[in-house]
């Protein structure tokens, strides 16, 4: 299982970036999929998540409003739209994939990327 995420560099407060995560290996439409972020210093945290066949989305408190997930379940990969970017999102953002209906918990997550960078100067 290969999960690789592309699409994060460098912009400023305000830009906008897409993220994109393909998926290998695995059957791609029977996994929820997440994003998670881990700034420099902290600890992991969740981003957002989309359940199998993209029926439900979730997203954390300060992503919610600037930040879409999405999924194309036909092409494989899953996107993360993020919008208004701020300093603090600045962060390695991490693709994920579950077998279980998709949440915030890390460890309900079986495969992961290695992660692209994303920093937002101010």
Do not use: H
């Not at 994060?8 to 998670?36: E, I, K, T, Y």
């Amino acid at each position: 299982v290969q999960l690789v995420e592309s699409g994060g560099g460098l912009v400023q407060a305000g830009d906008s970036l897409r993220l994109s995560c393909a998926a290998s290996g695995l059957p791609f439409s029977n996994f929820a999929m997440g994003w998670f972020r881990r700034a420099p210093g902290k600890e992991r945290e969740f981003v957002a998540a989309i359940s199998r066949l993209g029926v439900y989305t979730y997203y954390a408190d300060s992503v919610k409003g600037r930040f879409t997930i999405s999924r194309d379940d036909a092409k494989n990969p899953v996107y993360l739209q993020m919008n208004s970017l701020k300093p603090e999102d600045t962060a390695v953002y991490y693709c994920a994939a579950s077998g279980k209906t998709g949440s915030q918990i890390i460890n309900e997550y079986d495969y992961w990327g290695q992660g692209t960078q994303v920093t937002v100067s101010s």
